[in-house]
T-cell receptor
């Protein structure tokens, strides 16, 4: 069964706007990772945040982690049409096993 | 660096048949994990191989088995295929350091399996 839940399930915004996706998980983790997937193809790794980190940036991406609430958020700033994809959070527990959420489908309209 | 590669890209089988999917990890990686992704859902962990042994296993029946070779490449075998096995099968590679992976897991493009 899926450990994580993602919110919202679908998000539609205009180019240039910011997109925020949220993720919750249920057990203690080593780290939390965010992935992007285009049209049912392979997963592209976006960013990893360790359990002892609270915020991380990579280009237009900003990830936060709140271990007390077992939640994370991904912010994409100044979105582009090319950002249209499904976004998944994945929590890594012991032994490097990833547990994925159901994903957020992001549509960026030009 | 070729990254994680998988073969074949697509596969069509009928119920009851057996299938073998293949994965080559990213250069320098020693651990391979397999995931099943049904349409519209997130990937689900099948199992993980490290040092040629199954290290962890998800909630999948024994019809799903695997193997890791000395060069770290891996195979996923599914016997007695069911319609519900139709999915995208993803392979991910990583490197174990000190018993725990703190690095990103890199995914291959996947194999789309259709069971008729």
């Amino acid at each position: 069964s899926q450990q994580g839940e993602e919110d919202p399930q679908a998000l539609s915004i205009q180019e240039g706007e910011n997109a925020t996706m949220n993720c919750s998980y249920k057990t203690s983790i080593n780290n939390l990772q965010w992935y992007r997937q285009n049209s049912g193809r392979g997963l592209v790794h976006l960013i990893l945040i360790r359990s002892n980190e609270r915020e991380k940036h990579s280009g237009r991406l900003r990830v936060t982690l709140d271990t007390s609430k077992k939640s994370s958020s991904l912010l994409i700033t100044a979105s582009r049409a090319a950002d249209t994809a499904s976004y998944f959070c994945a929590s890594e527990t012991s032994g490097s096993r990833l547990t994925f959420g159901e994903g957020t489908q992001l549509t960026v309209n030009p | 660096d070729a990254g994680v590669t998988q073969s074949p890209t697509h596969l069509i089988k009928t119920r009851g048949q057996q299938v073998t999917l293949r994965c080559s990890p990213k250069s320098g990686h020693d651990t391979v994990s397999w995931y099943q992704q049904a349409l519209g859902q997130g990937p689900q962990f099948i199992f993980q191989y490290y040092e040629e042994e199954e290290r962890q296993r998800g909630n999948f029946p024994d019809r799903f088995s695997g193997h890791q070779f000395p060069n770290y490449s891996s195979e996923l075998n599914v016997n007695a295929l069911l319609l519900g096995d139709s999915a995208l099968y993803l392979c991910a590679s990583s490197k174990i350091t000190g018993g725990t992976t703190y690095n990103e897991q890199f995914f291959g493009p996947g194999t789309r399996l259709t069971v008729l």
